[in-house]
């Protein structure tokens, strides 16, 4: 590909930062230039540096400053160095906190999609969001992953158009290599692939990523001489046999095991060992039963068990007093006492008509719920099913006076549920989606 010329350069340059070529200040034209001729016409590098620009004052010093602290050009040196360089410059200019939650994408292989509130969770239950006082912890994770986006650290790779919020997204591979070698400079990251860990086995393994494909690992990580005890999280890319054992772990804080293939039950034995536990994604494996000894995780915060075969939950996983995020599959049988579970923010996928009449009532318990998706389907024969509705709706009602900022609501059975009796207005939800065909149901807010 050749490098854009200098008025692509410039539009794209000016685009980023002001909206348009003819903002531009007149103090500002001759460092543009300056900066521009440095960048060689490289799409990631004017990206990059205007990115880092449009977060700046607009001062002829600070914008002469990154312009000097480039150093060597791209215009007769274009090579990977050069280009590293400049991406550098993005990277020591983010503030700490968003330094480590760049740094956490390293464990994630070449030209993945990553979802974005999958990556905010296992941030918040890494303790890389830092607490502000009035702000939920979830929200001031969106708006690390949002600086980010903004200075194309992080590109958006698919975008619901509805909310206009980012879904997926991915980092570009030179941005990818940047960071892999700032997190084993730092020991933050172990890599481990189908030849070689990226880093030396007597340091201490603090974040693991196994990226073996269907391989076995290299038997050095399973060795006892490579210590895992200060390990605080393992994310698997691979096969359920590349998994170390769980009782070498003490430390663990998140272990994600989403798509691993050959995954079983027995994989899960001694999991109540991982005493420090927030995360488990077991999401798009072959596990079909959760063991009983989860509920000794007394810190699990967050439990993915999507496209599982887990069928129903142990009624003793409402004593995870901290668990705030659960997420499963529309036919898996929540505990009766759901109403107990009185840290949940997050839950879905619920077939409310899998339960009896009073626990649609328990639902208006979860006073701390801000994200619900459930569904009301042609599950069961009740003749009092339409009174069933109305209790869910009063239930709704509720949980919308309280926390809850997002709903999501699969109606198949539209006959059974009155939804326009539901009012007045739930003035606090920031989304409110309803999916069925007569568009005549939906209540009519006032």
């Known amino acids: 590909m050749q490098p854009l010329s200098v008025a692509a350069s410039e539009r794209l340059f000016f685009k980023r930062i002001f909206g348009s070529e003819e903002r531009c200040p007149s103090h500002l034209k001759e460092a543009s230039i300056k900066i521009l001729r440095k960048c060689g016409g490289l799409p990631l590098a004017i990206i990059t540096v205007s990115s880092l620009l449009a977060s700046k004052d607009l001062t002829l010093d600070q914008w002469n400053r990154v312009a000097n602290s480039i150093g060597s050009t791209l215009e007769n040196n274009p090579d990977i160095e050069v280009m590293r360089k400049i991406l550098s410059i993005s990277y020591f200019d983010l503030p700490h906190y968003l330094k480590t939650c760049l740094l956490y994408i390293s464990i994630f292989p070449e030209d993945y999609i990553i979802n974005r509130k999958s990556l905010i969770v296992r941030w918040i239950n890494e303790g890389f969001v830092q607490e502000e006082y009035g702000k939920n912890a979830h929200d001031i994770g ?3 992953f949002n600086e980010l986006i903004n200075r194309r650290l992080v590109q958006p790779w698919f975008i619901d158009h509805d909310s206009g919020s980012v879904v997926t997204c991915r980092v570009h591979d030179m941005i990818l290599d940047l960071i892999i070698t700032k997190s084993v400079e730092e020991n933050f990251v172990t890599l481990l692939d189908s030849r070689e860990l990226t880093s030396s086995p007597q340091n201490k393994i603090r974040r693991l990523s196994i990226q073996c494909g269907d391989g076995e690992p290299p038997a050095l990580v399973l060795e006892e001489s490579t210590s895992l005890s200060h390990v605080r999280s393992v994310t698997i890319f691979g096969h ?15 272990l994600d095991l989403e798509g691993c293939k050959g995954l079983e039950n027995h994989h899960l034995e001694n999991i109540e060992r991982l005493i420090h536990l927030k995360y488990l994604n077991l999401r798009e494996t072959e596990i079909t039963e959760l063991p009983k000894q989860v509920v000794k995780l007394q810190y699990l915060d967050t439990l993915d068990i999507r496209n599982t075969g887990v069928s129903e939950l142990p009624p003793a996983i409402i004593q995870l007093r901290q668990l705030a995020r659960l997420f499963i599959d529309l036919d898996t049988r929540l505990p009766y006492e759901i109403g107990k579970m009185q840290n949940l923010e997050e839950l879905t996928h619920v077939n409310t008509c899998m339960y009896h009449m009073n626990f649609l009532k328990k639902l208006a318990q979860l006073s701390k719920l801000r994200e619900l998706e459930i569904s009301w ?13 109305g209790i869910l709706i009063h239930s ?6 309280h926390n809850l900022r997002s709903l999501t609501v699969h109606i198949m059975d539209e006959q059974s549920f009155p939804l326009h009796t539901w009012h007045p207005a739930p003035s606090a939800l920031r989304r409110l989606h309803f999916d069925m065909n007569n568009n005549e149901q939906f209540p009519k807010f006032q």
Do not use: C, W
């Not at 359920?240 to 998140?254: D, I």
């Not at 389907?377 to 509705?389: F, L, P, Q």
């Not at 709704?396 to 006076?401: D, K, M």
């Open 240 to 254: 359920g046999k590349q998994l170390p054992s769980l009782s070498n772990m003490k430390a663990l804080r998140v």
């Open 377 to 389: 389907d042609h599950y069961g024969t009740r003749v009092d099913k339409v009174s069933y509705a």
């Open 142 to 144: 969106e708006s690390y």
């Open 396 to 401: 709704l009602h509720i949980l919308a006076t």
